[in-house]
């Protein structure tokens, strides 16, 4: 087939609401439509952050539908200046429309808010099969009705209500082709509402689901704020004999006027916990939850250190010896922070993390002199946080110490997740090291027991790449992959004893997605740091899962259904295009996303990653002569204080690498 011409027709331009249907990923969270329902209320909470709604409602329907409904002043229905449409159809129509940019007017609608880029509520239109919305503004009630993202009923005012009865009400039926799972999660819509009713003072919430027996409701109110809401966070709480617990914490401060980067108005209100077992919260940003904290999380963990630091050096508490560090403090805190940002700036349209610099300056001047005057007028407690503080970083300073492989009767005992082959200790055998035990327990049984071992890990193997290989087995996963494996630690200068090696194939086996690829990397940096010469003798492999299973109806008596497992997004396009050209209808081929390998039954495991006649298994080569190249490039990926050099690499090279996204 001849190369189609590159000319001006292959530019393509994605207009209207286009690239959100083309890369969905880019705008929203893709594992479930919670997300884009969450953009409806933000936009409710971001008018009772105003003070303009006093009640936020949201009702989940049996057929997938959700409602978010506030009291609010009601979406403008008059045509701005300059557009053709309504302001009510563009938000919904328009990226990068809304009311949410004049952040420095002191008077604007939204001068503190979540939103950013005007794109919120778009991508829910844009994902959903229909979306209803209506407005009660001026004495009028306005509907307004899209499919797919097109206005279908455009705005018409279907009734009356009284001048001061205003709102919105937006109802959306999330289109399931978009996400992995149809349906949001009632589990964190509903956290997502209660810190709702936490951080807006006096405002209801409400969360209403319908059900086989018709309508749940379920209101939340916090009288006592973010302390009540800590408290119940943290749950039942352990008290030592006649010492009672260290009360909760708590501050708000908002700066009055311009300076050094921070503005007018610009604050935090926070609520922390002092106890063993702490390094857990929650964080906000103008409502928005911030799953991977931020810069405001920053501000707030050095703004709680060096209060702590500051008493200690004042009474004296300082263990000799020892230095402390922010993570000693940290880790004995439990907190909910709600930093109010006049121009937050967040890591993705997600907004799962800040990055404004001057937010940690900010956060932490809001934290620092209310803790400092707690901890002066409380200090019987205040020197039992030492106390959590300086155990913390004894046990810290302890971990620094070289760690021994442990040994009973001078033989190393083998790890007690290993299960473990007949032919274990023999070139023959392999092992597979699986992420998670979920996926563990589905290869148990899918496995050859023969020839072939599993070691389960649990989450993300440490970061070895900096670690002296005298400090490594502090890390248990680490102890228990070179126990198994039966080497020692090398460098690649050694000339370690191979003797003991225990399998002649070590095999990385993780989901299929982003977070495998990260795990996957991990423990190639355990390797080529701390044991390349298993790299150089060819024994570490990588396995490749596949990602989707099409299953391929019956084609006449000569052709029976098929099922094809296909390992990414490419090679299932490919698939379906040659299925094609098979003659097979698309609209009857039937596709499964494996969300992992938990996912995956013992016999598909074994069909797909583990039979070795059908499986995929990348052998990890070390081209000749090219080491000083690979310490180099895992070098700067892998070092703290390379930074610099991965952004660079990634604005220079970043288009040469297939992302998740």
Known sequence: MAEKEYGADSVKVLRGL???????????RTDSPTHIVQEVIDNAADEALGGHATHISVTIFK????????????IPVEIPTGESQPAVELVFVQLHAGGKFDKED????????????????????????????????????????????????????????????????????????????????????????????????????????????GFEERSWTYEGGLPQYLDEMIGERDEAENEPQIPIISGEFYHNENNEG??????????????????????????????????????????????????????????????????????????????????????GQTKEKLTNRDAMKMVASSVKPIMETWLSQN????????????????????????????????????????????????????????????????????????????????????????????????????????????????????????????????CILSDADVDGSHIQVLLLTLFLRHAPK??????VYISQP???????????KNKPARKIYVSDDAEKISTLEKLKREGVSEDKVGIQRFKGLGEMNPDQLWETTLCPDTRRLVQVRMPEGEAKVAHKMFDMLMAKNESAARKEWIERRGNDVEAFV
């Open 379 to 506: 200090v019987e407690y205040a020197k039992r946080i030492s106390d959590l503080v300086n155990r913390s970083a004894a046990a810290r300073n302890k971990s620094t110490q070289k760690i021994e492989k442990r040994k009973s009767s001078g033989v190393n005992m083998m790890p007690s997740k290993l299960t473990d082959c007949e032919a274990a200790g023999t070139m023959a055998a392999e092992l597979f090291l699986v992420e998670g035990d979920s996926a563990g327990g589905s290869a148990k049984m899918g496995r050859n027991n023969e020839f072939q071992s599993l070691l389960p890990l649990r989450g993300k193997v440490l970061n070895t790449w900096e670690v002296d290989a005298g400090r490594i087995f502090g890390n248990s996963e680490v102890h228990d992959i070179f126990v198994a494996l039966g080497i020692e630690p090398h460098t690649i200068n050694d000339n370690p004893d191979f003797s003991g090696l225990r399998y002649g194939k070590l």
């Open 106 to 213: 002191e008077n604007s609608s939204y001068r503190y808010s979540g939103g950013l880029h005007g794109v919120g509520v778009s991508v829910t239109n844009a994902l959903s099969t229909r979306l209803e919305v209506k407005v009660k503004r001026g004495g009028k009630v306005h509907g307004l009705t899209f499919a797919h993202g097109n206005c279908m009923e455009p705005l018409t005012e279907i009734g009356k209500c009284l001048k001061k009865d205003t709102g919105t009400t937006v109802k959306c039926w999330p289109d399931p082709k978009y996400f992995d799972s149809p349906r949001v999660s009632l589990s964190q819509l509903e956290h997502l509402i209660k810190s709702k009713a936490v951080l807006l003072r006096g405002v209801s919430v409400t969360l209403t689901t319908e059900g086989a027996d």
């Open 534 to 539: 298993l790299i150089e003798r060819g024994h």
């Open 18 to 28: 286009e690239p959100v249907r083309a890369r969905p990923g880019m705008y929203t």
């Open 546 to 556: 596949p990602l989707y299973r099409i299953d391929v109806p019956a084609q006449g």
């Open 63 to 74: 057929d997938g539908a959700v409602e978010v409904s506030d009291n609010g002043r009601g």
């Open 262 to 347: 921070i503005s007018k108005g610009e604050g935090a209100l926070w609520a922390l916990s002092f106890g063993a077992g702490g390094a857990r919260g929650e964080s906000y940003v103008n409502l928005i939850p911030t799953l991977s904290g931020g810069t405001h999380e920053a501000g707030m963990r050095n703004g709680v250190f060096e209060s702590v630091k500051s008493f200690m050096e004042h009474h004296s508490m300082m263990q000799r010896g020892v230095k402390i560090s922010s993570e000693d403090v940290w880790n004995n805190v439990c907190y909910v922070l709600a930093a109010k940002v006049l121009d937050p700036q967040f890591q």
